[in-house]
């Protein structure tokens, strides 16, 4: 789950997501039969809306192709077939279920907040070390086209104003956020691991449509 919450957060960062919008309110739309994209701008434009609209499915059609989405699909289907394990409810109630409980702001806010002061003072010199390692990577990749190497520098130049001028130990902005991602969360139906387990993988691509959506605000909340 902390994986995948990573690549949407990566995912919807490089492809703009700074628009406002309501979350809680922005429920996945069904995916309408379109014709095939003619160019890549088409295809891009095509992803773009799927993303806007917190719709899953279309997104991963559009971008992701048959045989992978094929393998996706199985692979999933595999991993759900599998019995719930205590160490899964573990994780699930350390994380979804803490944050869906009653209070469970008010919770998190609690334990976070000393954190996040005892942090602030680090936060500049993590932020320059975070850069810094990701151009060094950027630079030894032997798979990166030099134009492709500069593009990847211009982004992450980006990136480092946005993070430096963004008060990331602000609790008000942790609450927003944490409040963003339970109205996504809620919105979805998710309570338990087994309601999760319990749908096939078109199924849970329809339901993470509005967790998509809490993860957007919870982003919005950072700018």
Known sequence: MKRLALALCLSLALAGCGQQED??????KAAAVAPKPSGPVEQIEQQLAALRNNDLGALFSAMVPKDKLAEMRAGYEEARAEAITEEDRK??????????????VDSMMAELEPKLAEMKPQLPMIVGMGVMMAQQGVQQSTELTDTQKAQMNQM????????????????ARLRSAL?????????????RIEDLKALDFEQMLSKAGPALG??????????
């Open 23 to 28: 979350p809680a309110a922005a429920a996945p």
């Open 91 to 104: 994780q699930f109630d350390e994380g979804f279920g803490k944050l869906l409980a009653d209070g469970g």
């Open 156 to 171: 992450l130049t980006g990136l480092q104003s946005w993070a430096m001028q963004t008060d990331f130990a602000d609790p």
């Open 179 to 191: 409040e963003a991602l339970k109205g996504g969360i809620e919105q979805s139906g998710i309570k």
């Open 214 to 223: 809490g993860v957007k605000g919870a982003l919005a909340a950072y700018d």
